[in-house]
């Protein structure tokens, strides 16, 4: 038999049996203590039988939905879930997205736009597909992804995501795997979010709003989750009171609770501020920096680049202007190092001369000052100016200089989606839209900490359509009908969940062989085009040598991820 045929042959049956399904680094007996789907030693948190089968799947290359109410671990099972993907198929071949910013902050990711590469996202999937075409960059990242997270779902609308299904079909069909007909080009799939919160932002008339609305919503996944179990609030009534105002139908007792809450006094100065309005923000903020009465220092960010990203940039997280003073309180935006993270609070204490930190900024001023700011959690640290960048086609259009700062005695409620807040200040009298009174009033911790200055029970709605696909949701879990159905109490379809994942494990064994050996006659084949052949002929035969020997299987799998790291680097394979 010809060499070719059997590349062929090999090329054909991995293409069939499992695409999505990760080459080199399937069977890992040995687990790290990270990714252990009980318990993660180095965090101590002890994962929940839903949490735990959520992991099981992704390990077994199932693509997944998670969604479930706020604080009951979405984002920290997404982190790692992350690091599992990154395991399962190679870093960077994962590509973890969220629909905003501060979302993708949080999971150290893109925002999904900008990973897409498809700008604004606001024409027809043709023209999208052509913009991504024509973008080396971002058809590099669709091609190669073999995992792709998407965060934050609630704010993502239908047709973005069914354009988004559209070009990875189109952009890998006939690529690597041969995914023409898969859908989302055979990549695996894990979405995240509560729909109950914030919505997306449509702008045109009659486009379908929620991505659960989407035409592929329903084939994307092998499995969907709701998780039940709140972390972020022990209090029983707590619970009970945002499980309703999240369905936006409150009891008389909830009413009752939420009026104990209302006061008149001055908020605590520990407390966050949120307001559903700009306006109410910026008010509150400057309010209370006049009422310092200290020498404010005005830094106002140094722009560059092409239009129309210059136009986005105000539209980014880093203010245009930010006025600060010994005593304000601020928010970092943006991740400085692991212990400094967006959405971190303190408050200035002082200001440093440091030339050399705002060399090429403020050169107007005599000597630049940067702020000293010390963090809530003890940390003082001298804050100079970052960058940043919008890309596109792996291009700098377009560059904001300033400090990661923002004032935080006041934030809108769109900036707080995601954080956990142990004092909390809110007038909810002018909120607007489905879902705000919720994601505001779940940030605290416990009744203690909410202080509500206006609040008028009409502005707790829940979008129609929400309801709707959240009824749907639980019927099929408890008819157990769905793949991934999880019940809280594990009866009824989380049965059905293990009994697949495990026949999936065998026939993954069987594919993850395969491939492996489909891999090795690929690296032979480039290995003899290449000028590095007779590196990839020593290590091929070593391959060949320890596959001889089950004992030295961790050796070989070491060996062949180097081969792969090398060719990826030097070839661009
Ligand atoms: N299995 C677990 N064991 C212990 N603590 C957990 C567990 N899962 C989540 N938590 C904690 O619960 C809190 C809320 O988690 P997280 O922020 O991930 O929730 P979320 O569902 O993403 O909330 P939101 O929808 O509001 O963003 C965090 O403090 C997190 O550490």
Redesign the pocket.
């Known amino acids: 038999m010809k060499f070719s045929t059997v590349i062929a042959a090999c090329r054909h049956f991995s293409s069939k049996t499992s695409s999505r399904y990760p080459k080199w680094t399937r069977n890992n007996k040995k687990k790290s203590k990270v990714d252990d789907p009980k318990t993660s030693e180095r965090t101590r948190?002890?994962?929940?039988g839903e949490?735990s089968q959520v992991l099981d799947a992704i390990s077994s290359g199932k693509s997944v939905f998670i969604t479930?109410s706020?604080?009951?671990?979405?984002?920290?099972?997404l982190q790692h879930i992350i690091k599992r993907l990154k395991k399962l198929h190679h870093p960077s071949r994962v590509f973890a997205t969220a629909s905003t910013g501060l979302a993708a902050c949080a999971i150290k990711g893109w925002t999904l736009h900008s990973f897409a590469g498809i700008g604004l996202g606001e024409d027809d999937r043709q023209t999208l597909l052509l913009k991504v075409i024509s973008n080396r960059w971002a058809y590099k990242r669709w091609t190669k992804a073999r995992a792709l997270v998407i965060d934050e779902v609630s704010m993502v609308d239908a047709e973005i995501f069914d354009a988004l299904e559209f070009i990875a079909r189109e952009v890998r069909g006939g690529g690597e795997c041969d995914s023409e007909n898969k859908v989302w080009g055979g990549i695996q799939l894990v979405v995240c979010g509560?729909f109950f919160?914030l919505p997306p932002i449509v702008k045109r008339e009659n486009r379908k709003e929620f991505a659960f609305e989407a035409d592929c919503w329903g084939s994307s996944f092998d499995m969907q989750v709701e998780l039940t179990r709140v972390?972020?609030q022990s209090e029983a009534n707590l619970v009970k009171l945002l499980q309703n105002v999240r369905r936006g139908e409150v009891d008389h007792e909830d009413l009752d609770l939420l009026k104990k809450c209302c006061t008149e006094a001055e908020p605590d100065s520990s407390a966050v501020q949120l307001y559903p309005r700009n306006q109410d923000v910026n008010r509150v903020n400057k309010k209370k920096m006049e009422d310092l009465k200290k020498p404010t220092y005005i830094y106002h960010a140094h722009d560059s680049g092409e239009d129309p990203w210059l136009g986005q940039l105000n539209q980014g997280i880093a203010p245009d202007e930010l006025p600060l003073c010994e005593g304000a309180r601020v928010m970092l935006c943006k991740n400085l190092r692991r212990t400094l993270v967006n959405g971190a609070t303190g408050t200035v204490t002082k200001f440093r001369y440091d030339d050399v930190a705002v060399s090429d900024l403020w050169k107007t001023e005599e000597r630049p000052r940067v702020p000293m700011v010390r963090f809530d959690s003890g940390l003082e640290v001298l804050i100079g100016p970052e960058a940043w960048e919008i890309v596109e086609g792996g291009k700098v259009v377009a560059t904001r200089k300033q400090l990661p700062l923002i004032l935080a005695w006041a934030l809108s409620i769109h900036k707080c989606?995601?954080m956990?807040l142990d004092r909390l200040h809110t007038n909810l009298s002018r909120a607007f839209g489905f879902g705000m009174v919720y994601v505001a009033l779940?940030r605290i911790r416990m009744l203690a900490g909410l202080h509500l200055a206006g609040f008028k029970p009409s502005k707790i709605k829940a979008h129609p359509k929400v309801l709707e696909f959240y009824q749907r949701f639980s019927q099929k879990q408890d008819k157990g009908v769905e793949d991934g159905g999880v019940c809280e109490d594990g009866s009824g379809s989380s049965d059905v969940a293990s009994v697949s994942n495990k026949t999936n494990g065998k026939d993954n064994d069987i594919n993850s062989s395969l491939i492996f050996l489909y891999q090795f006659v690929e690296i032979l084949t480039v290995a003899s085009a290449s000028d590095h052949g007779w590196r990839f002929y020593s290590y091929s035969c070593f391959i060949v040598g320890t596959l001889l020997f089950p004992s030295c299987t961790v050796i070989t799998r070491r060996i062949a991820r180097k081969v792969r790291k090398f060719m990826e680097y030097n070839i661009g394979l």
């Open positions: 948190i002890t994962w929940t949490q479930g706020s604080g009951t671990g979405k984002t920290l099972l509560d919160q972390f972020r989606q995601g956990t779940s």
